[in-house]
């Protein structure tokens, strides 16, 4: 799988968006991108994946770049309940792209 | 909304005892994983399953592990003879296929402890 680089860590206040960045710059033609989290003690849990457009669905909205090298998940109002890692991976279109390699992800902190 | 179930959920056993973690996938999905997490560490691939046939491991996944899937809707990881460093989180996956535009939904993970 194709290489990307989050930040270690993000703070943000409760009723704020928030916006996590991921960089993918190797990504291929045939590369979708996913968004999963974990809160703790918890599965890893999908939020929301795309190709080209920009996504939205119940629990988030996905931004991708033009060029497709960077993309953004965007949490339109976070709750302390948000409070997990995020992980940003990419996934070949087709064949046996069976796993999911993890990598450290984002800790995204909410406050009061 | 449908959910992968896994138990038990927390799991302690001896070093050099067998285990096994069992998993109930989603109903209508045919293909099914195992992942690991050490406590901090990162979540790793261990081994996918489809048509009652491996079809990919990870290097974890020696000869001391297996998987089955014994009836419609059970999948298990079984450990032969379990080692200090097996201690883990065990995340089972489903999902309806296996290509890039197909999410995989987990369960809530069995905590494995070996003393």
């Known amino acids: 799988d194709a290489k990307t680089t989050q930040p270690n860590s993000m703070e943000s206040n409760e009723e704020e968006p928030v916006h996590l960045p991921c960089n993918h710059s190797?990504?291929?033609?045939?590369?979708?991108i996913h968004w999963y989290r974990q809160l703790p003690s918890q599965g890893p849990e999908y939020v929301i994946h795309?190709?080209?457009s920009n996504v939205n669905n119940r629990m988030a909205s996905l931004a991708i770049a033009e060029d497709r090298k960077s993309s953004t998940l965007i949490l339109h109002r976070a709750t302390l309940r948000d409070a997990a890692v995020y992980y940003c991976i990419l996934r070949v279109i087709t064949g046996t792209a069976s796993k999911l390699t993890f990598g450290t992800g984002t800790r995204l902190q909410v406050t009061l | 909304e449908p959910e992968v179930t896994q138990t038990p959920s927390h799991q302690v056993t001896q070093m050099g005892q067998e285990v096994i973690l069992r998993c109930v996938p989603i109903?209508?999905?045919?293909?099914f994983y195992w992942y690991r997490q050490i406590l901090g560490q990162k979540v790793e691939f261990l081994v996918s399953f489809y048509n009652n046939e491996i079809s990919e491991k990870s290097e974890i996944f020696d000869d001391q592990f297996s998987v089955e899937r014994p009836d419609g809707s059970n999948f298990t990881l079984k450990i032969r003879s379990t080692k200090l460093e097996d201690s883990a989180m065990y995340f089972c996956a489903s999902s309806a296929r296996t290509d890039g535009n197909q999410p995989q939904h987990f369960g809530d993970g069995t905590r494995l402890s070996i003393l």
């Open positions: 109903s209508n999905h045919l293909y």
């Open positions: 190797t990504i291929s033609g045939t590369d979708y």
């Open positions: 795309g190709l080209t």
